[in-house]
């Protein structure tokens, strides 16, 4: 049974800066794609970014040239580098991580930008 689980969520202020982290229970190399959603308060939960096997990374055009997904398959996490957060950011955070046909989320950690 694969787990996700995020850290690294809290307040921040505008402009500020956070990095979320989502650790396996087991190899992300085996993972065809591993990506961060997002879900505001009254929204549908929102593509953030995504990473794939080969390391090809896509963004929502929102969060382009301020947010940065990375992974570190030595331990079996993927991070996401926030910066420049606006107020529009805040939300929880989920990890997805996608091994055909099986998908898999985290429980997710809450982002808020707020002065």
């Known amino acids: 049974q694969v787990q996700l689980v995020e850290s690294g969520g809290g307040l921040v202020t505008p402009g500020g800066s956070l990095r979320l982290s989502c650790a396996a229970s087991?190899?992300?190399?085996?993972?065809?794609?591993m990506a961060w959603y997002r879900q505001a308060p009254g929204n549908q939960r929102e593509l953030v970014a995504t990473i794939t096997r080969g390391g090809s990374t896509n963004y929502a055009d929102s969060v382009k040239g301020r947010f940065t997904v990375s992974r570190d398959n030595a331990k079996k996490t993927v991070y996401l580098q926030m910066n420049s957060l606006k107020p529009e950011d805040t939300a929880v955070y989920y990890c997805y991580a996608r091994s055909d046909p099986l998908t898999y989320w985290g429980q997710g950690t809450q982002v808020t930008v707020s002065s």
């Open positions: 087991g190899s992300i190399f085996s993972f065809n794609a």
